[in-house]
């Protein structure tokens, strides 16, 4: 969608460097939401987001950056957590030079920056199309599972540490190369013990990715496969690919494996697939996934619908369904309503 630019400031530069700019951009929703129709009423939604955005250019031609996102920094249980130099507080940085460039803090591992989730058109609210039982956001998934913290289902290590990753692309053609790495307690190894056993886990999530963006035959393919470990409890491969087509009609499929080296854990399989379609101010998109770990399957799918009204304000549309029943756990649905202002 088109970003409104409302502030941007020219750093007058000093000897030996180039002109840097700041510039501040945001997102604003209002509208009505359920977050869970079998247990919760439909109620008010809004939301505010902000990001300071700040770029320049070296003499040599090394260019940097930094962002910060006030929506994810101001922690209500830890305010200030931004400035910390040991933990991310919703910032990231990076330098770089020609193909190769170094991010670290609030980033992506190599998985997740590497391998296309299935949501290909339209947005929600509340991530309706996204946040369902059946989607892989690649963010998270061993957090609740292991580590005993809320957050996102994803079939990937992304935030099993503190938050904080660092990122090495290299960009050659239509390819890029990835090499992350999380540090999951300040460096010291760590050990978890689940049941009976122990596991030392090493101190680094690492992570390694390929991608591949171009135009083949008149499609727009999107292309990549991941890999991601920790020590003793696993590996996880990744593989997704979507294309758009010129009609506006987009399609994907992405394929996740988690092989487990916990004794009596077993391995999860994640299947999606989604569909989108834009065309001028309508983009709506669906998709569907489930997790299988021995037979027993979770799986969702999610619907979301965009209207452009021009100027940055958008009307929004989601729905997502939870199905649980393989697993003994309770079905519910989501949705959400309203409108989107980009700034």
């Known amino acids: 969608m088109k970003k409104i630019l409302f502030a941007t400031t020219a750093l007058v530069a000093t000897a030996g460097f180039a002109a840097a700019e700041v510039a501040i951009t945001g997102e604003a929703e209002m509208g009505i939401y359920n977050p869970n129709t079998e247990a919760q009423e439909t109620q008010f939604f809004t939301d505010l987001d902000v990001r300071f955005t700040m770029t320049g250019e070296a003499d040599n031609g090394l260019t940097f950056g930094a962002t910060i996102d ?25 330098v770089a030079f020609g ?3 170094l991010t670290m803090g609030d980033t992506d591992g190599a998985v ?8 290909l058109a339209g947005g929600s609210l509340n991530d309706d199309e996204t946040a369902h039982a059946g989607f892989n956001d690649a963010d998270g998934f061993l957090d609740g599972t292991i580590f005993g913290v809320a957050d996102d289902s994803g079939l990937a290590f992304d935030g099993a540490g503190d938050g904080q990753v660092a990122r090495f692309d290299y960009s050659y053609d239509a390819f890029t190369f990835s090499v992350s790495a999380e540090q ?3 460096g010291d190894d760590v050990e978890v013990t689940v049941g009976t056993e122990t596991f030392d886990l090493g101190s680094t999530v690492w992570g390694v990715g390929v991608s591949y963006s171009g135009d083949l035959s008149g499609v727009a393919l999107t292309a ?20 758009e087509l010129t009609n506006g009609l987009s399609l994907g499929a992405t394929y996740t494996q988690f092989a487990s080296d916990i004794d009596g854990f077993d391995d999860i399989e994640h299947v999606g697939v989604g569909v989108g379609y834009s065309m001028d101010a309508v983009a709506v998109g669906v998709n569907w996934g489930q997790f299988d770990q ?11 619908g965009t209207y452009d009204l021009g100027g940055g304000l958008s009307a929004r549309l989601g729905y997502g369904k939870n199905d649980f029943s393989d697993v003994g756990g309770d079905d519910y649905n989501t949705w959400s309503l309203g409108l989107r202002m980009n700034f």
């Open 70 to 94: 006030l929506d994810e920094a101001a922690d209500r249980s830890n305010p200030g957590k931004f400035e910390s130099p040991n933990t991310q507080g919703g910032e990231n940085m990076f």
């Open 224 to 243: 990549g496969l991941g890999y991601q470990t920790i020590e003793d409890i696993g590996d996880i491969t990744s593989v997704g690919v979507t294309g």
């Open 184 to 186: 999951l307690a300040n």
């Open 294 to 304: 021995d037979g027993d399957t979770i799986e969702g799918w999610g619907l979301a």
């Open 99 to 101: 193909g190769a460039r």
């Open 112 to 119: 997740d920056f590497a391998v296309p989730e299935m949501g």
